[in-house]
T-cell receptor, first 115, second 113 residues
Framework: EAGVAQSPRYKIIEKRQSVAFWCNPI?????LYWYQQILGQGPKLLIQ????????DSQLPKDRFSAERLKGVDSTLKIQPAKLEDSAVYLC?????????????FGPGTRLTVL | DQQVKQNSPSLSVQEGRISILNCDYT??????FLWYKKYPAEGPTFLIS?????DKNEDGRFTVFLNKSAKHLSLHIVPSQPGDSAVYFC????????????FGKGNQVVVIP
């Protein structure tokens, strides 16, 4: 079974530029998560989707970050405009939705460097 | 506000010996706890979990212990192997939290052959 796919793996941009990340979850997984992991920290949830609806975006900086999952499968996360403090690894994860404790499976992440 | 805390960011251990990783949490609503393992340039991989109704869960060489009164859990790896060299993250969630995970900062484990 294929895992969570993410692209690109690495991205370097100047501050104030825009960037987008793509995620393809494991087939059949209804729930998709985007995490931000700053160097030396644990992953922090940015947004959680169930199918194409947002379940939790309380920690998403909505003035510059946006995410969508239009058809309930793939998702994109966008930053516009980027700041230096956005330099981090952006992890996508997916899980089944059983109403219980569903294991989250992570992709390899996109390492973003903002100069 | 760090709700899940992992101190002692790095640990070195001889192959064959026991590795013990500790984790403390502050949110009393957490009732499910997990450990994830992460290799460089890869995403975290689920390792083992424990529900708050238990105080121990074992899976092969990995055992997680939970002390609810102390809000403390630990991961024991016995025996440690070179392939266990990785960063280990402690995570926690609450029943009301839509399966949202709060992660600690991670512990780097180096197993010396």
């Amino acid at each position: 079974e294929a895992g969570v796919a993410q692209s690109p793996r690495y991205k370097i941009i100047e501050k104030r530029q825009s960037v987008a990340f793509w995620c393809n979850p494991i087939s059949g997984h209804a729930t998709l998560y985007w995490y931000q992991q700053i160097l030396g920290q644990g992953p922090k949830l940015l947004i959680q989707f169930q199918n194409n609806g947002v379940v939790d975006d309380s920690q998403l900086p909505k003035d510059r970050f946006s995410a969508e999952r239009l058809k309930g499968v793939d998702s994109t996360l966008k930053i516009q405009p980027a700041k230096l403090e956005d330099s981090a690894v952006y992890l996508c994860a997916s899980s089944l939705w059983t109403g219980g404790r569903d294991t989250q499976y992570f992709g390899p992440g996109t390492r973003l460097t903002v100069l | 506000d760090q709700q899940v805390k992992q101190n002692s960011p790095s640990l070195s251990v001889q192959e064959g010996r026991i590795s013990i990783l500790n984790c403390d949490y502050t949110n009393s609503m957490f009732d499910y706890f997990l450990w994830y393992k992460k290799y460089p340039a890869e995403g975290p991989t689920f390792l083992i979990s424990i529900s708050s109704i238990k105080d121990k869960n074992e899976d092969g060489r990995f055992t997680v212990f939970l002390n609810k009164s102390a809000k403390h859990l630990s991961l024991h790896i016995v025996p440690s192997q070179p392939g266990d060299s990785a960063v280990y993250f402690c995570a926690a969630s609450a029943s009301y939290g839509n399966n949202r995970l709060a992660f600690g900062k991670g512990n780097q484990v180096v197993v010396i052959p």
